[in-house]
């Protein structure tokens, strides 16, 4: 409508602006350059540095305005580059520069001399331009250029002399070279909710810095990375590759957890991955990051790469051609029958890398013993698929910012799918309930109104106590109860048990508070859902889905902007593992393998004949359940830290392993294939939220690696299969397309860029953001109050949920510098206890406990000794929260060439304890 | 000092008497709005300085982050975060005090306590501040000692009150 745009003159030039944008804002969308340094896309108005300052006129009064903040009005008539702001802007340069070093900047030779040149000015070696990590990729230079200042003025200015910050991990901070522009801060704070940096002193001194000038380990900081890409200077930089310029840069999408995050990938001149900045018009990230994609990508890089294929000989693995591996893989598999073979597809793996595998697995091994390495619950997907009918995020991850209330069952985003974390924290800072129900302290109970602790395994009841007050209280949304729901009268006479007496004693949680959180989420319209699995056995986990889609169904949040059910898996691409069919029971679009209709609809369009058996699960798999033949595609999987194995995958007789590492799975195999990793791989990824992106190659294959699909494929036909003759990844979409109805309007040109949600059907569809928001009918299911289950464990008698959070200012922390070394941790823990049980073990408030924990190596290390505080809520359990920074300094010293897949979760654990003397005063570091 | 919590000569206190003692004078704040500078003021009116528990504590207590509180507290230049010293003398170096004679009075000053610039005595125990302003240019040059306004000073009679202070320790 042509009342919603506004008409300005800048520059002579009739541009038109929506309401509410400032002037910068406006011109950036006409084409129209203002020099500026503190602005930033996505945060508010700051106007800080004053340089994008220009002269207005409107409304009869005239001024100089910093553009930044000055929103556009109807017949403003801007000039942004008179005599006057020009002059203005120079002043501010010229300040600028007597604190920043500047022979980059307004030097005349910058152009002119290499890396190696003596500098023909004699400026200190210290401040010359090739010392800057930003040296030639640095935005202040582009901004101070475009003043054309005086390029013969003298070099001189006011070093401030501060120390530089390189004992943290991941980054090195210089503020020597802050202009103050404060985007950083504004970053942690605006953007993340964090607030691990902030300025500090005031006028002439003022700088970013931390409380008492600490580690960024003791600072609160979770090393997302943002306030480095925000960072004009080369202030805050990353360590890494600190001085390294990229050659291409290629829009790729990280394959380190199910947000997947739009990145832009920065490839030096010699084929290496040398930077990776979140990419701002990303729509599943908005160019946030989080520790495993921004600082987790240079394992392409690693010189211990597998290069060649190779194949057992007696007893060793030794180096040979893809032809005998290939040959001897498909001896090896031949020896056994399709029902003992099984195939399982690394986490990272593209679409096309699972559809080949299910197709491989299906056509030519005669199986259905197919999965994605961590579908950690078929049983989960199993209920996904069949009560809300589609098994991902039923609305976009940004939307959550939009609601009221935001609910989170039994899941840790901050942690495992970092970014969704980030518009739940922006949805609490505009005033939105957040509830979370977990017994653990996380980083989201600091920002929650409602923290509900159940007794571990009762979070299912509790969900059903929170429909029952829902119901009670009249709080469901009526209409939509009864326009969409079925089953309604059916659920209200099962929820009829659910007493709020009965469900606080099961739950542990007080009725009061129960009836707090109901009433958020119940008027909190539109609601968002978070739900994931920890500490919920695997049995449960369809009573979950169940419990967590009636609440959100009797509220009305589904199909509706800000609402949604967000289910929390593991595994970059579980998603599209499982729309193309790389599962045990189902088909490509979510056909059933039993059912002889969806297997001809199968066979009769892409060929082949489909087994009928459901397969078995990774799981079984992995335990060995019949399986005497694997192939594994391993890239970034591990079945420790999955909580799969204890000792590593064991080799049920032949095993052929296509790996980017000579992984301790690898090491087991008879055949390894080396593997092409994301950094050289064309695909695509399906994330929660159904957005299939692009995966683009920025590096080219060194040696003899191949992509997963095409290792698949050269298997295949080596062993007779038909229909695998594919050259290219986008070959092997056209063929998903035909077999997977949403995917049926989506092609690899299509979704470059920014990607296309699933269901997009036809291809002039631009995708489907929101699911169930036309009129279709859904289902509410009646459920049953559960008592609770005790297992007695003699050995172990405590159940110990490990939390872990960002920053614990009531528990002292000392961060320790040591010269030689990076900053590390040392800290007393606290052990939650409850009085009865510490009564009974013959310990106060204090007192030191030894704690004892049942081996799990999927699980972050426990401290061994902690002090108890008696505040536990439950009998027989007890917490302890440790410290996000301890998790970073972990993987730093661990030396892991591939992060993501080591970092560990937070399991509920058994435990015992014993009261252990207290070696030294309170307060003092801890063992 | 009456509290005998800032006394340098004393036993300082241990960090969990700090974290009490800020917890307490955090959650003694009676007004309806309690913000991070009126609980650093809290803290600061109790201890007589602001140590890193009160900002670990006040962090908590109004649900923001270290930085953010050190943010607040490092903008100020009355707050202060090292114990000062038993008793504080304020110089006043305000215009009207500059004129009638208190760069003189504080180079008495500086002398007598064995400084040269704001701070504690080598020995902890008495605190020198500069002040830009103590509001009583009529009695100029002014000086307080722990609050207590004293007009009319010249170096002889800042020495003697300097002087007072050192015997009484």
Redesign the interface.
Known sequence: MADDTIKLTVDGQEIEAKPGQTIIQAAQDADIYIPYLCYFPGMKPYGACRMCVVSTEAGGRKGVQASCTTPVMADMIVETSSEEVVELRRGITDLLMSEHPHGCLTCHRAELCGPQDICQRHVAVTDRCTICPKNERCELKDTVRFMKLDLTSSLDYHRRDLPIHTDDPFYDRDYNLCIVCVRCVRAC?EVRG?????????SGVALV????GTSLLE??CEFCGACIDACPTGALVERDYKWEKASTKVKTVCTNCPVGCEFVMDINDINKVVRMTGDLSGEASHGQACFKGKFGYDYPNHVRRLKYPMVRVDGELQRTTWEVALEAASQGLLQHLPEERGVILSPRGTNEDHYVGQKFARTVLGTNNVDTGLNRSAELLAALAAAPGHGAATNPIWGIENSKCVLVVAGNPTEEQNVLAVPVKKAVRAGANLIVIDPRETELTRYATNWLRPRPGTEITLLGGLARVILDEALEDKDFVRDRLDGVDEFKKAIWSFDLMRVSQITGVSEDEIRSAARAYGNGSPASLLHGTDGIVAGDHADLLAAVMNLALMTGNIGCAGGGVYPLYSGANTQGGNDVGAAPNLLPGYRSVSSNSDRDVISSSVGGTYPQRPGKSVRDMVAGDGIKALIVLADGWNPDVAGMTTNGLVNPGFMVVSDAFMSDTASRADVVFPAATYAEVSGTITNLERRVQKVNPGLELRHEEREGWRTLADLANVMGGSGFGYETSSEVFEEIRKVVPDYAGLTHARIEGRGIQSPARDETSNGTGILFSSEERLSVVPMAIREPVSLPNREYPFTLGHGRVL?R??E?VQVVRDERSMNYIERDTLIEIHPEDAADLDVSEGDRVAINAQQDSSASPLPDFGYVRLSSPHRGFVSVTTLFAEVVTGIQDSGDIDISPSVKGLPLRHVSLAKAPILRE??MAAD | MSDGITSASDESP???EL?DRSRKALQSQRQPTVTVLSSLLAVQDDLHYIP?EA???T??HVK????????VA????NFR?TPPGDHTIDVCWGPSCHLNGAQDVMNRIHSELGITEEGETADGKLTLRYSTCLGACALAPVIAVDHHMKGRISPDSAAAVVGKLKDAQ
């Open positions: 704070d964090d607030s691990a940096l902030s300025m500090v002193s005031r810095g931390t409380s008492h600072s609160g920053l200012p009531e002292d309170a307060g | 241990s960090s969990d974290r890193d900002i670990e504590e962090a908590t923001s982050t270290i930085n953010d509180v050190w943010s490092s903008f100020y230049t975060f």
